[in-house]
């Protein structure tokens, strides 16, 4: 079963600013099936990446994800007040599973 | 457009069973597969498992194998979770989503278990 461990657990930013996010598994996720999930309080998550750096439909171009293998990223350029949220990365291959969640919060 | 629309809260108690329904519309239902994740009380995302609703194979987390069952009504466009023997640690919200990179979301379902 692979494991995803996201850092860091919480990031302290100021809108404006680029906020970059990590996912590491334990193992090789096969065909980089690794998306990106955004959650605010109260909401459903929201898809924003699948197959780690093919953004979702309607999701704007300040979010972007990279990687393969165990290491993958998901970077927002130009942090927007609505940007302040939870994060998750999720691998699909053989089965699933989450990371525990990066918490962006305002500086 | 594209909706999942689950049903209501449930209190349940320890021991007991729930039944989730997540009707889809605005899609192809037998197109697409079916996840169903939970999230406890300020907690994280919990994948659950994976239904096919074009043959109803079924890919369950390790965890909740042989507590969970996950069905399709082709019929009517739902799909349904069944959780049994349940443990107030069950407590979450319960989510369905359509496929496991899940592009569209339910509204969530409340499962209290509680003596």
């Known amino acids: 079963e692979i494991v995803l461990t996201q850092s860091p657990g919480t990031l302290s930013l100021s809108p404006g600013e680029r906020a970059t996010l990590s996912c590491r598994a334990s193992q090789s996720v096969s065909s980089s099936y690794l998306a990106w999930y955004q959650q605010k309080p109260g909401q459903a998550p929201r898809l924003l990446i699948y197959g780690a750096s093919s953004r979702a439909t309607g999701i704007p171009d300040r979010f972007s994800g990279s990687g393969s293998g165990t290491d993958f990223t998901l970077t927002i350029s130009r942090l927007e007040p609505e940007d302040f949220a939870v994060y998750y990365c999720?691998?699909?291959?053989?089965?699933?599973?989450f990371g525990q969640g990066t918490k962006v919060e305002i500086k | 457009q594209v909706q999942l629309v689950q049903s209501g809260a449930e209190v349940k108690k320890p021991g007991a069973s729930v039944k989730v329904s997540c009707k889809a519309s605005g899609y192809t239902f037998t197109s697409y597969g079916i996840s169903w994740v939970r999230q406890a009380p300020g907690q994280g995302l919990e994948w659950m498992g994976w239904?096919?609703?074009?043959?109803?194979?079924?890919n369950y987390a390790q965890k909740l194998q042989g507590r969970v069952t996950m069905t399709t009504d082709t019929s009517t466009s739902t799909a349904y979770m069944e959780l049994r023997s349940l443990r107030s640690d069950d407590t979450a919200v319960y989510y369905c989503?359509?496929?496991?990179?899940?592009?569209?979301w339910g509204q969530g379902t409340l499962v209290t278990v509680s003596s």
């Open positions: 989503a359509r496929e496991v990179a899940a592009d569209y």
């Open positions: 239904i096919s609703a074009y043959n109803g194979n079924t």
């Open positions: 999720q691998q699909y291959g053989s089965t699933s599973a």
